[in-house]
């Protein structure tokens, strides 16, 4: 079992900055890829980045290329998304996902086992 927490969301001005950080229990941690999703109201939900389990291979959705970065830090059991030049279209609710899923589907939120509570980011014009 893995439970997955996150925490650094929060209100920004468009252009600025936020790192959301997901904190990991379980013994089977390093063993998992480690995703971002998000979901806007109204909307589905999205992917944002995936980060393999070795931390060697990343993925972002387009949207994101260039301003997001995914990172993982195995001897904390935790994944971090950095934020950068944000925008109003990134309000939403980020969540954290973790399985051990084919990097092929990876971008699909049905295939994700765990999930955390999730955090809200506000992006203000």
């Known amino acids: 079992q893995v439970q997955l927490v996150e925490s650094g969301g929060g209100m920004v001005q468009a252009g600025g900055s936020l790192r959301l950080s997901c904190a990991a229990s379980g013994r089977t941690f390093s063993t998992l890829n480690m995703a971002w999703f998000r979901q806007a109201p109204g909307k589905q939900r999205e992917f944002v980045a995936i980060i393999s389990w070795s931390g060697r291979s990343t993925n972002y959705a387009a949207s994101v290329k260039g301003r997001f970065t995914i990172s993982r830090d195995k001897d904390k059991n935790t994944v971090y998304l950095q934020m950068n030049s944000l925008q109003p279209e990134d309000t939403a609710v980020y969540y954290c996902?973790?399985?051990?899923?084919?990097?092929?589907?990876?971008?699909?939120?049905?295939?994700?086992?765990?999930w955390g509570q999730g955090t809200q980011v506000t992006v203000s014009s």
């Open positions: 996902a973790a399985d051990p899923v084919t990097w092929s589907s990876a971008n699909n939120y049905e295939n994700y086992r765990y």
